[in-house]
T-cell receptor
Framework: GENVEQHPSTLSVQEGDSAVIKCTYS??????FPWYKQELGKGPQLIID?????GEKKDQRIAVTLNKTAKHFSLHITETQPEDSAVYFC??????????FGAGTQVVVTP | ETGVTQTPRHLVMGMTNKKSLKCEQH?????MYWYKQSAKKPLELMFV???????ENNSVPSRFSPECPNSSHLFLHLHTLQPEDSALYLC???????????????FGPGTRLTVL
């Protein structure tokens, strides 16, 4: 089945700097790649997603890139703010509602 | 909020107890999911329901018993659990869970379960 690896497990950045989280997946049939943000005491919330027919997608300070050949995708957060501190999860799916999640990245933005 | 609610938010139970977790979605979706989130592990998909039919049971022990009486409600019945079952149990919903495409899943806040 699908296996998703996520790095790094923790990431500390200064406010205003950029943060990058990387994920690799194993199943070349995967076609949907969402990113979720989970704050303390809350469930994961979708922040951006990308499908396999697109190489890059951007939404304000957040962008995701996908390299299907290498089977990896990345989340980029620019101009980080303290409210960006949370755990971020990547996931991959080839349909039928089955999301395979990475282990998560704890992002800490220090003022 | 996401439109997915879960009750209770916290639950402590003994190994011989029977309890149920409840999930309700107000998004008009046709698919609902149970996930288990343990510390330092990826979210694990447990069950998938599409139009009230169970379409996925991800090798979950029988001490976890799901029920989906309609497309808006999902339950997880618990009995004779083990301490290692302590975790955050998350419910999610999406428009559908069939076919090769994938719809966005919206998560509830979870139930923090502690088994003594």
């Amino acid at each position: 089945g699908e296996n998703v690896e996520q790095h790094p497990s923790t990431l500390s950045v200064q406010e205003g700097d950029s943060a990058v989280i990387k994920c690799t997946y194993s199943d070349s049939a995967s076609n949907y790649f969402p990113w979720y943000k989970q704050e303390l005491g809350k469930g994961p919330q979708l922040i951006i997603d990308i499908r396999s027919n697109v190489g890059e997608k951007k939404d304000q300070r957040i962008a995701v890139t996908l390299n299907k050949t290498a089977k990896h995708f990345s989340l980029h957060i620019t101009e980080t703010q303290p409210e960006d501190s949370a755990v971020y999860f990547c996931a991959a799916s080839k349909g039928w509602g089955k999301l395979q999640f990475g282990a998560g990245t704890q992002v800490v933005v220090t003022p | 909020e996401t439109g997915v609610t879960q009750t209770p938010r916290h639950l402590v139970m003994g190994m011989t107890n029977k309890k149920s977790l409840k999930c309700e979605q107000h998004l008009g979706h046709n698919a609902m999911y149970w996930y288990k989130q343990s510390a330092k592990k990826p979210l694990e998909l447990m069950f998938v329901y599409s139009l009230e039919e169970r379409v996925e049971n991800n090798s979950v022990p029988s001490r976890f018993s799901p029920e989906c009486p309609n497309s808006s409600h999902l339950f997880l019945h618990l009995h004779t659990l083990q301490p290692e079952d302590s975790a955050l149990y998350l419910c999610a919903s999406s428009r559908q869970a069939t076919g090769g495409g994938t719809d966005t899943q919206y998560f509830g806040p979870g139930t923090r379960l502690t088994v003594l």
